[in-house]
């Protein structure tokens, strides 16, 4: 028996083994199709109309509630807000690498500094761009989303009665290492794994609005694009959040380096 009779069977074997994943996949794909269209119809649709019946409480009602039920019409109307935010949350992290924009060329410096004019932060919170940031070639929205992200935390978490925020880039080994500081609170190291994970916060919700959901998006969409996401924090002593992305490109796929 020739030795290319004897791969017959593996090469058959591994031909099924690559079907059956596929099956799989395809599987997995259709299932999470599913729960999105769930996440976009039926659990919106009774959202909004709980959101038009508080705001027709607050619009008809207001003068016929005491102390007591205007607070219960707040806490129900944040609450509602809340979940909201939540579920347009999970789906935009779902729609990260399964919709796509044609990839451009982007003037960082200048979509940074629209950025922070969007963001309008108080008069006591200055943003500034260290040195001159690369253009890249990537997807304009899911870039401003990792910039917005990062300076929108910043800036909300600001603790200081100055609060200064820093927007840095260097060029090493074949990638672009961006880095958004700020002189705020601050952030456990114990806590570093888990800020990027799905709907954690670090503050009670009722405490400061914010659904967990943006680091997580940062992370996904930096990770697509073949970079890779870190901090460095010393309690008190503000937090300096670090990620690349390929000089070559900002294409999906691409190998990302190793933190430094």
Not at 48 to 54: E, G, Q, V
Not at 106 to 135: D, F, G
Not at 187 to 209: P, S, V
């Amino acid at each position: 028996m020739s030795e290319l009779e004897i791969d017959k069977p593996q090469v058959a074997n591994d031909a099924d083994q690559q079907q059956k994943l596929l099956r799989q996949i395809e599987s997995i794909s259709a299932e999470f199709k599913d729960f999105v269209y769930i996440i976009s119809h039926d659990l919106k649709a009774p959202l909004r109309a709980i959101k038009a019946l508080t705001d027709w409480l607050a619009a008809d009602y207001a003068d016929k509630f005491d102390d007591d039920g205007k607070e219960q019409l707040r806490l129900l109307t944040t609450r509602v807000n809340r979940m909201n935010n939540l579920l347009e949350g999970v789906l935009q992290y779902s729609r990260i690498g399964r919709v796509t924009e044609e990839p451009t060329q982007i003037n960082l410096n200048q979509l940074v500094q629209e950025t922070i004019e969007t963001l309008a932060p108080p008069a006591n919170i200055h943003i500034s761009i260290e040195n001159k940031l690369p253009v890249i070639t990537s997807e304009r929205t899911r870039i401003q989303q990792v910039f917005q992200n990062l300076l929108s935390n910043a800036v909300r978490f600001m603790n200081k009665p100055q609060g200064n925020i820093k927007v840095g880039c260097v060029e090493e080994n074949g990638f672009w290492k961006f880095s958004v500081s700020d002189n705020g609170p601050g952030i456990d190291q114990q806590h570093f794994e888990r800020i990027f994970k799905l709907f954690q916060t670090l503050q009670a919700k009722d405490q400061l609005e914010t659904t967990g959901v943006g680091l997580t998006i940062t992370k996904k969409i930096v990770e697509t694009f073949g970079g890779k996401i870190w901090l460095s924090s010393q309690k008190d002593q503000g937090t300096t959040f670090f990620f690349t992305l390929p000089t070559t490109s900002s294409a999906p796929g691409e190998n990302a380096p190793s933190e430094n």
